[in-house]
């Protein structure tokens, strides 16, 4: 369990290691959310990489790619056509 004071401007630091273990930076973005009266902080990053994820879920194969061979086809083909 870790601890962080709450300043006079409502700020608070987040422990060193619970920032490597949430793979914080400077500049990122937390989200803070209620669940069953428990409170979560997230990395936005990481929800937003979930949600794309989901989002683009079975889209590689929808097209045609069913390898990781048949996407680098695809992109070498491109090259081609760009370079021409």
């Known amino acids: 369990m870790e601890v962080a004071r709450i300043t006079s401007k409502g700020q608070i630091t987040i ?5 490597v273990k949430m793979d ?4 990122d973005k937390i989200l803070f959310f209620e669940e ?3 409170y979560f902080l997230k990395n936005s990053a990481s929800i ?3 949600n794309i994820q989901e ?3 079975g889209e590689a194969e929808r097209v045609g790619f069913n390898t ?3 996407v680098v086809k ?8 760009r370079n021409n």
């Open 15 to 19: 422990p060193r290691d619970i920032r």
């Open 68 to 70: 990781p061979e048949d």
């Open 55 to 57: 989002t683009m879920k």
């Open 48 to 50: 937003a990489l979930k």
């Open 36 to 38: 069953n009266g428990k």
């Open 74 to 81: 695809y992109i070498k083909s491109r090259r081609k056509l």
């Open 24 to 27: 914080l930076k400077k500049g």
